[in-house]
């Protein structure tokens, strides 16, 4: 994203045949030339400057995918991705010399299916020559600071994907390309390292970093980004690009800018070419002030650019031919049309020593007190529904696999997981989940999701009616969280089948809507279950409004096998009351001497003060830890800019107007639900922020239900709300956020490893990512803070930990946008958000073995499907199936099975990872081996093959570019057929071939 431009023509006519093109293109099929092999030549001896031809075409920003592809909606900004692609393959063809890369599959894929084969013969072509080349390759540019790992793994192989089946190995990606994201993950890095990738290149990074690096000549370097992976499979050669992504100011030739093009007619009164070379050259020379070798890159294009590639082409020819023909007068500067990887290999050959990096590139910051930390929490109800929505998609991916074909084609029709993997990938880009996107266009993801879920509930309806060997009308209820399921409201019959997409079986509790006061739950075998109603509370009865009319709340524990499911059946019965409250006013006004309120189990035990209502302290009963702690909400007023800067809080930065935030509350009105199976304590803060703290009876950490919204501004201030937790631990400025959902990095108060910062702004500028976890220890303890969607979140005190869970403004931060973020909700008041906190509290050495299991169990969570109405066997006779297992054992608890999905009609994906890294856990951190043909029982290996992470390459012929700094330390792979080794924090991907029984 960047400021919208303005104009724009439609490209010339393609030339479809060779033949037509005399000189351009070859004939026939000769053998491929791409990659490195076609590199143009260069001078040893000048400084050489690669042109690199590029567009930037975000899959929805301001306009959605649809606008940006066929180019409507103009009046937004005048940007059609069809054109781009059109004109450009035009060009490419008059000329042999001249390259283009393109990086975003979704429009380019897109684009491929409504082509002749005449022009996908010459598309082909120029890839085969290395003339069209593809960089990054993923299905979007993701985003790196809001995604979790496993969606961007996704979103890459569907990318690859697609290149593999289409170019071969010449459509294969060599260099990441991360342009346009707002700062820079560790374990992206990391994942494209282990995706094959020889470099990668980025545009954004913090002000005075980039000062600091160009002063330094530190502007490319090896990036180690992984503490725990052996050198160098996680080693990442990484650039930063000079000017963003953008050309150098004064040379851009496209329709959208205004800079003047070269007129070398000498009998014009503006020729300009001796200026503009002249200029040309100082720029060069300046660039290379700042990097290591006789080599620059330059790039020539931006946003939506090449509507119209001829503009740009025909004034890079110009450029070209007159700063080269400067070389007769003693000029040094050698320009040409290059590609990243034909710039990564010469940097390459250089054979110099790179500077090494081991920390990550947040926050990123354009300027003073512009920090872009708001965007890692704007928009959380979207954020919460792409995480969904991946849990969803491995549900659906993996009894694709389960069931085979039935699953596709079966009693509920056409089932089709490609329709999720698409709006899923398209929802990684870096304007998507990170929540910097229009209203409309957000509105326009979420609508792609819901279309999703509706082709995969048809998959997983064939696909457990197979499993099962019963038919019966299957219901998804997707708004649990809110007491709303309409189906099962009223009805006295229906079963509960739960699928448990972990390798490692679980213990869930379900909380279903009901309408009866009296019910039996059996379980798959027919034995009775323990069961408790509750009343939906006020809090819930306001948020979900008109849309369910459930009075209670049925709570069971459910048993479910390791990849496979159970089926509960509910059955209601006479009215009979079983429904235990306790209500205690916050103000103890009624028993002033009472002790303060507790909630408990065999592993935790909660404290509230009995004056504020709010928690006091949480111990661990197992370990005699004991840690006072005060939970409560807070908000920062946003600013609108002050004498400091005119920069306010929007979708991408945050900049509170007071580091102090304001409580919302100093008391909470609570009162206290115990039952057998749980107790939980209700907590009214504000007419628009209530929570439930709650315990489950065999659970070992604290689960806070937060609801905030809407946000109030009729007094025109923006807020933006945090859940704040302060103790007494000593951590001396130190906290720890998780990265991309992975490894853990150290994060330090007011500080930038590689770096001198001068901080501007206390709160704004020590904000973080969390997508999965952030947590703060002394000597001993550790608290640590699960999160259900990606938030932002710091340590601002000492002994303080804080996650940004919603924000509402009324200015934009001018970064393109030009939309404040104001939601409107579901009834165009103001957006309500409910979400969840888990607390753990454990001793510092033991912790991850807690965090690590629960934040798989979150991502990978249970699915409910309601089973209504009368029930038919799949097959004559046959008696329905009520617990399965596609298991013959269960993976160990530090191996977690990432991938179980179908590729084509003959193979499978199957990725297993080693979920702790180095030194996390005495028992868990260490070598696993697993045997692949005692894994699974719903189906027999017939053939496996190992692959890169990507799937794009087998991992036998990988071979990347080796650089001066890595120290060679992983060694040879021990590798059977099916005996599979995992070493802490390693992913091991397969390609399976399988036989169904």
């Known amino acids: 994203m960047s400021a919208p431009g303005g104009g724009g023509s439609t490209s010339p006519l393609l030339c479809l045949l060779a033949l037509l093109c005399p000189g351009t293109l070859g004939d026939g099929e000769p053998n491929p030339s791409c990659g490195y092999q076609a590199c143009p030549a260069v001078n040893p001896k000048m400084l050489n400057v690669h042109l690199v031809p590029h567009t930037h075409d975000d899959v929805g920003w301001l306009k959605t995918v649809d606008q940006y592809y066929y180019g409507g909606r103009m009046e937004i900004q005048r940007a059609g991705v069809q054109y781009i692609l059109d004109s450009v393959i035009d060009q490419l063809q008059g000329d042999p010399a001249k390259r283009f890369i393109y990086v975003e599959i979704a429009f380019f894929y897109r684009w491929w299916k409504q082509q002749t084969e005449a022009v996908k013969k010459v598309v082909s072509q120029l890839v085969n020559e290395g003339r069209l080349e593809f960089v990054n390759g993923g299905w979007c540019m993701n985003d790196e600071a809001t995604t979790h790992y496993s969606s961007i793994i996704d979103q890459m192989t569907l990318g690859f994907q697609f290149l593999n089946d289409t170019f071969g190995e010449c459509g294969r990606p060599r260099v990441a390309w991360h342009i346009d994201p707002f700062g820079h993950s560790r374990e992206q890095a990391s994942l494209f390292a282990q995706m094959g990738f020889d470099g990668f290149f980025f545009g954004r990074l913090d002000y005075q970093d980039k000062s600091a690096r160009e002063y330094s000549r530190e502007m490319e370097l090896v990036w180690r980004a992984s503490a725990s992976l052996p050198q160098p499979s996680a080693d990442l050669f990484t650039g930063v690009l000079p000017n963003g992504y953008n050309p150098p100011l004064m040379l851009c030739w496209d329709v959208l800018c205004s800079d003047e093009p070269i007129k070398d007619d000498k009998d014009l009164d503006e020729y300009n070419v001796d200026n503009v070379v002249s200029y040309f050259l100082q720029t060069a020379r300046d660039q290379a002030k700042h990097y290591k070798t006789n080599h620059i890159i330059m790039t020539m294009g931006s946003d939506f650019q090449y509507q119209d590639a001829n503009m740009w082409y025909k004034n890079l020819d110009k450029l070209i031919k007159y700063v080269n023909a400067a070389q007769t007068f003693g000029s040094d500067v050698n320009v040409f049309y290059s590609t990243p990887s034909c710039y990564l290999y010469e940097l390459n050959k250089a054979n110099l020593t790179w500077s090494v990096k081991t920390d990550d590139f947040f926050p990123y910051a354009d300027g003073p007190y512009q920090f872009w930390t708001g965007f890692y929490t704007s928009r959380p109800a979207l954020k919460r529904y792409e995480r969904m929505s991946n849990n969803f998609l491995q549900v659906c991916n993996q009894l694709e696999v389960l069931a085979s074909a039935p699953a596709r084609y079966g009693p509920y029709g056409e089932g089709n997981s490609a329709v999720l993997k698409r709006a899923m990938a398209v929802a990684q880009h870096h304007d998507a989940v990170s929540g910097t996107e229009k209203q409309h266009v957000a509105d326009d993801y979420a609508k792609r999701l819901a279309k999703g879920w509706d082709s995969c509930q048809v998959l997983i309806s064939n696909a457990l009616s197979y499993l099962s060997r019963s038919k019966q009308n299957f219901a998804f209820c997707n708004n649990l969280n809110i007491s709303v399921c309409p189906y099962i409201e009223e009805i006295t019959n229906f079963t509960v089948t739960l699928y448990n997409p972990l390798a490692r079986s679980v213990r869930t509790y379900l909380r279903l809507p009901v309408n009866g006061t ?68 916050s103000d103890g006004s009624q028993d002033g001497g009472r002790d303060a309120m507790v909630i408990e189990n065999d592993y935790v035990r909660v404290l509230f003060d ?40 929007g979708a991408y930065i945050f900049r509170p107007s ?3 935030p304001v409580a919302l509350s100093k008391e909470a009105s609570v009162y206290k639900i115990e039952t057998e199976l ?29 609801t905030v919204g809407p946000i109030p501004v009729n007094d025109l201030i923006g807020k933006e709300i945090i859940s704040r937790f302060d103790t007494p631990l000593n951590t001396a400025g130190i906290f720890y956020t998780d990265s991309n959902g992975r490894e853990i990095l150290k994060r ?34 550790q608290l640590t803070v699960l999160t259900d969607r990606s938030q932002g979140g710091s340590s601002v005190m000492d002994g303080s930990l804080e996650l940004m869970v919603h924000r509402r403004l009324l200015h934009d931060d001018h970064r393109g946008l030009d939309e404040p973020l104001s939601e409107p909700g579901y009834d165009g008041k103001g957006l309500v958000v409910r979400g969840k906190h888990l607390v753990f ?29 009368p029930e038919a066997p799949y097959y004559h006779s046959q008696p329905r199936i009520t617990e399965f297992t596609a298991l013959k054992e269960e993976l160990p608890h530090n191996i977690h099975l990432l991938s179980l999905a179908q590729w084509d009609n003959a193979t499978v994906v199957l990725r297993l990872e080693h979920q702790f890294e180095v ?17 699974f029982s719903a189906f027999e290996i017939n053939s496996v093959e ?15 570019l080796t650089w001066n700094s890595v120290e060679e330390t992983e060694g040879p792979r021990p590798f059977s057929v099916y005996s599979v080794t995992l070493r802490p924090m390693e992913i091991r991907t397969f390609r399976i071939s399988v036989r169904h029984g």
């Open 610 to 649: 009995k004056i504020t209502g709010l928690i006091s302290a949480i111990e661990n009963r197992h370990k005699n830890i004991s840690l006072p702690i005060t939970q409560s909400f807070y908000w920062y007023s946003a600013s609108a800019g002050d004498r400091l800067s005119s920069q306010a809080s």
């Open 946 to 960: 190992e692959m890169s992470l990507g799937f794009n390459q087998q991992r036998k012929n990988m071979s990347r």
């Open 518 to 585: 009296n019910y039996i739950v059996t379980d798959p075998e027919g034995s009775s279950v323990l069961n408790q109603l509750v009343p939906v509370s006020n809090f819930t009865v306001a948020v979900r409004q008109d849309r369910g009319s459930a009075v209670n709340e049925l709570v069971f524990e459910a048993w479910v096998p390791p990849l496979g499911f159970s089926t509960y059946r509910v059955s209601r019965k006479p009215a009979d009351s079983v429904i235990h409250r306790v209500v205690w006013p």
């Open 678 to 706: 749980f107790q939980e304590v209700y907590q009214y803060f504000t007419p628009w922020c209530s929570q439930v703290v709650r315990l489950y009876k065999k659970q070992k950490f604290v689960e806070l239900e937060w």
């Open 748 to 781: 330090r108060r007011n500080y930038r490893p590689t770096w001198q910062l001068n901080q501007t702004e206390p709160v704004a500028g020590n904000y973080y990512p969390v997508n999965s976890r952030i947590y703060m220890k002394d000597e001993r303890n």
């Open 658 to 660: 007071n580091d102090i």
């Open 919 to 935: 030194g996390e856990s005495q028992v868990y951190s260490k070598p696993q081996t697993v045997n692949l043909s005692r894994l």
């Open 841 to 869: 509290l454990d001793t510092a050495n033991d912790s991850a073995e807690l965090h690590r299991m629960q934040a798989e169990a979150e991502i990978m969570a249970t699915l409910a499907v309601m089973g209504v109405g």
